[in-house]
């Protein structure tokens, strides 16, 4: 009985490892790629659209700006989601907080993060796309 707990208690504390480090991976490339990327975008489209007049062009850096606000907001959520967690006593207490809270915030920043990678030229996105990995396989 006391060797299966043992058990129980690294596979906690390989989730709150694993979970804790994607949280912690997550913001560092939100913060120094994604959200910088976002911003260059913005950056280009304002000055087009001072040039020409276009909704298409309208839309799109409505598309970003928005992306940036909502990237802004879920990242602040999953750094005080973290934050919350290191209060936490106990490896389960952890490890259930982690899977159930920070898990859903890094779904939510991805769905977010991928919606501006399609709107955001190759110029201004510093990551390689999934086009780019597939290609550097074959």
């Given amino acids: 009985k006391e060797e299966l707990y043992a058990l129980y208690e690294v596979c906690m504390e390989e989730v709150v490892k694993v979970h804790g480090l994607e949280a912690r991976t997550l913001l560092s ?7 910088p990327s976002v911003i260059k975008e913005i950056n280009l489209a304002s000055q087009a659209a001072k040039l020409v007049e276009s909704q ?4 799109h ?3 970003l700006t928005r992306g940036l606000d909502r990237l802004y907001q879920e990242k602040e959520a999953l750094k005080s989601k973290l934050d ?3 209060k936490l006593a106990s490896i389960d207490e952890k490890a259930d907080y982690l ?7 890094l779904k939510k920043i991805r769905e977010i993060s991928d919606g501006l ?3 955001i030229s190759r110029e201004n996105w ?3 796309s999934y086009e780019d990995l597939f290609n550097s396989v074959m």
Avoid: M, Y
Wanted: aromatic residues 0%; contains cysteine.
């Fill in 29 to 35: 490339i939100l913060q120094k790629d994604v959200i």
């Fill in 126 to 128: 510093s990551l390689p």
């Fill in 56 to 59: 298409a062009l309208t839309s």
């Fill in 84 to 86: 919350t967690c290191k």
């Fill in 99 to 105: 899977q159930g809270e920070v898990v859903e915030e």
């Fill in 117 to 119: 990678e399609e709107e």
């Fill in 61 to 63: 850096l409505e598309k």
